[in-house]
């Protein structure tokens, strides 16, 4: 990375006070605070999320996003005996494409359990390429069985068991495979707040971002270089896509909850705002002087400093405005990042 790279990623650095990242969520789970700016009239107010349909637009449609976390992190041994915790990445084509902390040996098999092993094939440039010895149809069982739900680098201590985690890590309404990091704007709903808002007129339609380990990567040169991020795969199916065009035509405000969800809705739409590409693998790197298409507001959680999310989320309200919400939330000792507390900018 070079000196002026570094200086643009300065930009959005922030001092994180330690007491402030949690471990565990809020319970129950709209108990958790919200910070809502306007961007219109610049005003702030401060309330707890399951108040969050005070401050929607009226009739807003508000897209979520489907994912569900994976107990990615699958335990196995060596020969030696030694043990390994993979991060499994992706699967397809009989073959599995996994991170190790240690270096692996062309050829070894690596034990999940008794006549259940993956052999290590060759490595490349995002990890290993393991062949496993039974069907990638018995993946999910194996995982759901052997594996553990990963979570965030600042959250490695967090003291939830693995019970905990597959319950609490993961939104309401998860139903698609294939993510190893929660959605966690999504975290924040309950099946009763969700029902409230649709009482109320707000419209619910769902997409699939599967969210992927780039999440946590710190930006690099070359991704502010070249202005593409890591690939994340979405699908915007047909209903939603139907929703989307009919709150465009009637003039309704479209939310995302989430930045997966914003990536995967401003990657579909074409320049006059319409859905295109209602599937495919995003690299959409969000920052400043992006011209939104498709999405009018956000609801978000607190991110990280110098991060890709921190970028997207200046878009909508400009850096020097988030980073004063950011220090004003920090004083009110508001929770952040995964598991803290959320943003709502309409």
Not at 170 to 183: E, H, N, T
Request: glycine share 6%; proline share 7%; with cysteine.
């Amino acid at each position: 990375m070079n000196t002026r790279q570094e200086a643009l990623l300065e930009r959005f650095a922030f001092t994180v006070p330690p007491s402030l990242i949690t471990r565990r969520p809020a319970r129950p789970r709209d108990s958790a605070r919200l910070l809502v700016y306007d961007r219109r009239t610049k005003k702030v107010a401060w309330d707890i999320f399951r108040n969050i349909g005070r401050y929607l637009p009226p009739r807003a449609l508000l897209v979520l996003n489907d994912t569900k976390v994976i107990p990615a992190r699958l335990p196995v041994r060596r020969k030696t005996g030694g043990r390994i915790d993979l991060l499994l990445l992706s699967s397809g084509g009989g073959r599995i494409h996994a991170l190790s902390p240690k270096r692996l040996r062309e050829g070894e098999k690596l034990m999940i359990e008794p006549r259940c092993f993956l052999r290590v094939l060759k490595r490349d440039a995002a990890g290993w390429i393991l062949e496993p010895s039974f069907p990638l149809t018995r993946l999910r069982a194996i995982l759901r069985r052997r594996g553990r739900t990963p979570l965030p680098p600042y959250m490695a201590d967090s003291p939830l068991r693995e019970g905990e985690r597959r319950r609490e890590y993961q939104s309401v309404f998860a139903r698609s495979d294939g993510s190893v990091a929660a959605p966690t704007a999504s975290l924040h709903f309950t099946k009763p707040l969700l029902k409230r808002l649709q009482r109320d007129g707000i419209e619910l339609a769902t997409l699939t971002l599967h969210v992927g380990l780039g999440t946590f990567a710190p930006v690099t040169g070359d991704q502010l270089a070249h202005g593409s991020l890591h690939g994340e795969r979405y699908i915007i199916p047909t209903k939603t896509c139907r929703a989307l065009q009919k709150a465009q035509n009637e003039h309704r405000p479209i939310i995302a909850v989430g930045t997966t969800a914003l990536r995967a809705l401003e990657s579909a739409a074409d320049a006059r705002g319409r859905v295109a590409r209602p599937r495919g693998t995003t690299t959409l790197f969000i920052r400043e002087g992006y011209r939104f298409r498709l999405v009018d507001g956000l609801i978000t959680n607190f991110h990280v400093p110098r991060s890709s999310l921190l970028m997207l989320v200046s878009t909508l309200v400009g850096r020097r405005m988030l980073l004063s919400l950011y220090a004003r939330a920090i004083r009110r000792k508001m929770r952040l990042f995964s598991f803290g507390d959320a943003m709502l900018i309409r």
